[in-house]
């Protein structure tokens, strides 16, 4: 007769079965010596230049004919000594032509798994999957997997993540999706013109090289300096508006789902229980149209982003969503700081303000770009009240909130009392919001 546990002991030491990915993955592969020579090219240009002008017809079709082959090579090798497995307990992945390494991923640190496609892979029928691991900075990704099958792994592992068997895993599948919020291409555009960033980055663009061909007379200097500003332009206008194009919010019992993208399309999952911030930004240009702007502070991930925009009640009502039993406090219930704040930072002072409610700790700053951080109570780490001499000379501190996303949150120019009271008050409910906390989970099995 078999011991209690030894049947469970013996299925888990069984081999995985190792898969492999998409055969297309060695074409994107076969680059990387490609690129080390257009990288050392772009080095050295003059040196480059110069070799390039020795190179007879012959010389040129002889190095073709050795890299192309090469080049398709490591591309095959790479891609057949990668193998991924899923365990009962980890996701691993065996990687390296000479120097191999193997990733263990246990699959109760996964805070989120992406599914991104590049406008190549799209047409390939492709698809990366992201996943963000606690104490982690660098996402692990497996790239590429067919797009049925990137799915089909993405729901397995969330399953296993929550606690299904191993045997019933393949059966969960692919969570249900309630829609929330689809943001429309018209307001996105009008969004990214009303941004003063965008015309800040522009201007600088469009000023600031003729004013050094004017001092320099440098064409080197000029595209230096204007090639950089040109694609800072670029990326705060058009490029915004192609990587948030029709932004979709779904809601799942694995996390809040976040479609978007024109070109590339990624599909992200706001992991339950893993927000620690909620940012609520409404831009001087924006206010007349009602609308906001919601940003993210996820512990373990790279998701910073929730609504692109949408009018203010849309947006709480989806902040309701990811902070459940959370109400956004009103402006009007914001407290400012005295006035003798203004002593320390004139006019801008007027900016700030917090609120203490039962499950939130609120506190606002900026005048031209209002932001309205939110932290619930049972994400705060640690709570620190700093007095400088000027501020102690006119009985002001600031209260700093860290959060487990290693982000601060600050409630500014307070009375020194009230800042000594809020310190605390806030250690408190910390610790009882933490201890009343819902656990950290994908999905109820």
Known sequence: MTAPGVDDAVRAKEPATERRLHPVTPLRRAWAPVAVVIGWAMHDPGQAQQQMTRLTTTTLLVALAVLVPAASLYGFLTWWFTHFAVTETELRIRTGLLFRRTAHIRLERIQAVDVTQPLLARVAGVAKLKLDVVGTDKKDELSFLGEREARELRAELLARAAGFAPETAHEVGEAPVRELLRTPARDL????????????????ALVVPPLLWLATHSVWTVLATGVPLLGAAGASSAGRFVGEYDWTVGESPDGLRIDHGLLDRTHETVPPGRVQTVRIVEPLLWRRRGWVRVELDVAGSSNSVLVPVAPRAVAESVVARVLPGVTVPPA??????????????????????????????????????????????AKVQSVRLAQGPWKRLWRLADVHVDTGADKTVTARLRDAREAAELLRGQAERSRTGRRDARPDRWMAP
């Open 189 to 204: 555009a009008i969004s990214v013109l009303l941004t003063g960033a965008t015309w800040c980055s522009l201007a600088a």
């Open 332 to 377: 009007e219930a914001l407290s400012r700081p005295p006035g003798r704040a203004g002593r320390c930072l004139p006019v801008w002072w007027r900016g700030y303000g917090i609120a203490v409610t039962d499950t939130v700790f609120a506190a606002r700053h900026g005048l031209l770009r209002r932001s309205l951080a939110l932290v619930p109570h």
